[in-house]
């Protein structure tokens, strides 16, 4: 009877610590637990680094400027619009100075109304740049860049806000 017992314990034993095991395992598509959303945007957008330009991509094969940035934030769980123009309105405005990787910054560049790309840290960003061109890193200190800087705006964390303080007061509220 107690060699039964002992069995029978050790199945139960075995079957438990085997059901709670399946519980810890993580699917292969989602990020460490360590990483964080903006480090998650930064890798996502670096991985794509040399994709060539495609004037509507939003995926691998071709990125234009903000499919690039829709399709690194998608990755780190962020919802952000498609075009440029209402990127510029998403999640909160901040100063050059301020700005850290994961932040997006806007300039106005010959021959495009509206540029955007994923700032990366040490004044770098990471952008699909125009026809003919890949998805690269440059420096925000280097021209054409510097001089058509036009703003930066942070949206891991703000990703449900915009840039009317009417609408921010009333998500807040």
Do not use: N
Request: charged share 15%; aromatic share 6%; hydrophobic share 45%.
């Amino acid at each position: 009877m107690r060699v039964k017992s002992a069995s029978l314990t050790a199945i139960m034993t075995a079957t438990a610590c085997l059901s709670l095991a399946g519980c810890a395992t993580r699917p292969s598509s989602a990020p460490p637990a360590s990483m964080d959303t903006a480090a998650v945007m930064v890798q996502s957008a670096t991985a794509m680094l040399g994709q060539p330009y495609r004037f509507g991509g939003a995926a691998p094969g071709g990125f234009d400027c903000s499919g690039l940035v829709i399709f690194a934030a998608r990755s780190a769980g962020i919802h952000l619009p498609r075009t440029v123009k209402d990127q510029l309105r998403a999640g909160v405005p901040i100063a050059r100075r301020e700005l850290a990787p994961g932040d997006l910054v806007f300039m106005h560049l010959d021959r495009k109304e509206l540029h955007v790309g994923i700032a990366l840290g040490a004044g770098r960003f990471i952008h699909a740049p125009a026809s003919g061109g890949r998805v690269r890193i440059d420096s925000l200190a280097a021209p054409p860049y510097s001089t058509g800087f036009m703003s930066a705006r942070r949206v891991i964390g703000f990703e449900r806000r915009t840039a009317d303080p009417w609408v921010d007061l009333a998500i807040l509220a």
